[in-house]
């Protein structure tokens, strides 16, 4: 029996191993799991983790599933796979026929956030995979993606061999990929020799040509299959001046607050800035000169919990556009505030 208080260690050490055994890990109050060696469900088995459990990784660790994963939480009560240290850890890598269910989690600062080498089915819905390498390598497999965030990888966001993506198949369907690569061409997704429908993917913006260069495909190797996409916004991803706000039910409610890096950058005329709200509070965002001057308040009122954005037109608030340079925006909410740079480029 582990106490749910006054544990010495704080947390529930993983110790690898492999298991073909049906097994739970459970949630108990203000205790972590930390993934110290990486463990393997073996063929025939299944690991079920509760919504609310934080999962944390040593460097270079992962979990290894040959038979099945669910890992599904709530939307008010999600599953974090995160670094134990500042190093990255190895993800969640699906192998032989492994497969499993993935919802509403946040998987970050992962080399490989979904790692699938498999024949089996990987289903991911109301989930953001952020901050890490690669957001998802697929090897093989069949992925299944629904109402998620891939964003903010700095080597790819989708990185595909010979896996096969399903994305949905209308404007409810959605799923948001953006921000990945740092900028970089053919780094928000970079096909497999496979077609797919991508129509109702959110790429950061609705110009053809932008989404095009974040893309790698048919038009730029004769080899791989062509992602069909339409060049605008599904429905609540608009980027127009102002917020948006993510409050559907289906959403996952973030576990932290956090604000990321706006996308793009360097930019013309508009960028977004993407946060995280893990509960009702006032959220400040403003914009400065490069002198520390206020050009703009883009926000400035209490926001609900939930994944929002914000996009800035270039504009100052009497509503001229303002001159090319490095501009800060600063982020405060709670107890956490942050200042990024961005590049307005005319």
Same mark, same amino acid.
């Given at each position: 029996?582990?106490?749910? %208080?006054?544990?010495?260690?704080?947390?529930?050490?993983? /110790?690898? &191993? %492999?298991?073909?055994?049906l097994?739970?890990w459970?949630?108990?109050?203000?205790?972590?799991?930390?993934?110290?060696? %990486?463990?393997?469900?073996?063929a025939?088995?299944?690991?079920?983790?509760?919504?609310?459990?934080?999962?944390?990784?040593?460097a270079?660790?992962?979990?290894?599933?040959?038979?099945?994963?669910?890992? *599904?939480?709530?939307p008010? =009560?999600?599953?974090?796979?995160?670094?134990?240290?500042?190093? $990255?850890?190895? &993800?969640?890598?699906?192998?032989?026929?492994? &497969?499993?269910?993935?919802a509403?989690?946040?998987? *970050? #600062?992962?080399? +490989?956030g979904?790692n699938?080498?498999?024949?089996?089915?990987?289903?991911?819905?109301?989930?953001t995979?952020?901050?890490g390498? /690669?957001?998802? +390598?697929?090897i093989?497999?069949?992925?299944?993606?629904?109402?998620?965030?891939?964003?903010?990888?700095?080597?790819?966001?989708f990185y595909?061999?010979?896996?096969?993506? !399903?994305?949905?198949?209308d404007?409810?369907?959605?799923?948001?990929i953006?921000g990945n690569?740092?900028? !970089?061409?053919g780094?928000?997704?970079?096909?497999?020799?496979n #077609?797919?429908?991508?129509?109702?993917?959110?790429?950061?913006?609705?110009?053809?040509? $932008?989404?095009?260069f974040?893309?790698?495909?048919?038009?730029?190797?004769?080899?791989?299959?062509?992602v069909?996409y339409l060049?605008?916004?599904?429905e609540?991803?608009?980027?127009?001046?102002?917020?948006?706000?993510?409050d559907?039910?289906e959403?996952?409610?973030?576990?932290?607050?956090?604000?990321?890096?706006?996308?793009p950058?360097?930019?013309?005329?508009?960028?977004?800035? =993407?946060?995280?709200l893990?509960?009702?509070?006032?959220v400040?965002?403003?914009?400065?000169?490069?002198?520390?001057?206020?050009?703009?308040?883009?926000?400035?009122?209490?926001?609900?919990?939930?994944?929002h954005?914000?996009?800035?037109? &270039?504009r100052?608030?009497? #509503?001229?556009?303002?001159?090319?340079?490095? /501009?800060? /925006?600063?982020?405060?909410?709670g107890?956490v505030?942050?200042?990024?740079?961005?590049?307005?480029?005319?």
């Amino acid at each position: 029996m582990v106490p749910t %208080s006054g544990n010495a260690n704080n947390n529930i050490q993983v /110790y690898g &191993g %492999s298991s073909d055994r049906l097994g739970t890990w459970r949630l108990f109050n203000d205790l972590d799991y930390v993934v110290t060696n %990486s463990p393997t469900v073996s063929a025939g088995g299944q690991l079920t983790i509760e919504d609310g459990v934080n999962v944390l990784f040593a460097a270079n660790r992962n979990i290894t599933v040959r038979g099945s994963l669910s890992a *599904e939480g709530t939307p008010s =009560n999600g599953i974090l796979f995160t670094q134990n240290t500042a190093s $990255d850890w190895y &993800g969640l890598s699906f192998q032989g026929g492994g &497969g499993g269910d993935i919802a509403n989690c946040i998987i *970050e #600062d992962a080399t +490989y956030g979904i790692n699938a080498n498999t024949t089996g089915t990987v289903a991911v819905s109301s989930t953001t995979i952020r901050d890490g390498n /690669y957001g998802v +390598y697929g090897i093989n497999g069949n992925l299944e993606f629904l109402h998620s965030y891939i964003i903010d990888n700095s080597g790819y966001g989708f990185y595909v061999t010979n896996a096969t993506l !399903q994305f949905g198949t209308d404007a409810t369907e959605w799923n948001d990929i953006y921000g990945n690569g740092t900028g !970089q061409a053919g780094r928000n997704y970079r096909n497999g020799p496979n #077609d797919v429908n991508a129509q109702w993917v959110y790429w950061g913006t609705e110009n053809q040509a $932008d989404i095009e260069f974040s893309i790698w495909h048919e038009l730029d190797d004769a080899a791989l299959g062509l992602v069909n996409y339409l060049p605008y916004a599904t429905e609540g991803h608009d980027p127009i001046s102002g917020v948006e706000d993510f409050d559907s039910p289906e959403q996952l409610l973030p576990r932290i607050t956090a604000v990321y890096k706006n996308f793009p950058n360097p930019f013309n005329p508009m960028t977004k800035i =993407n946060f995280d709200l893990h509960k009702t509070t006032l959220v400040q965002i403003q914009v400065f000169d490069i002198s520390g001057a206020r050009v703009a308040t883009l926000v400035d009122r209490s926001m609900p919990a939930g994944h929002h954005k914000v996009v800035w037109n &270039g504009r100052d608030h009497k #509503d001229r556009a303002v001159s090319s340079g490095v /501009y800060l /925006y600063q982020f405060r909410a709670g107890n956490v505030s942050k200042t990024q740079r961005m590049m307005l480029v005319r």
